[in-house]
């Protein structure tokens, strides 16, 4: 036992049929979600090297 729960504690998985529209969905989530931050990051980037050479330039 360790911590009060047996090491080899059987455990149970049930799992879930996933479809290729779920998957195709998420992915697409997470491109549109990475494009849009790196269209503010970019941004970020430009204008603070804009105000960088506006003060020291």
Known sequence: MVGGVAVAEQQTYEFVEVKAGDILA??????AGFTTFMTWAVG???VLLVLLYLIWG
């Open 26 to 31: 998420e992915r697409q989530a997470e491109w």
């Open 44 to 46: 970020v980037i430009v």
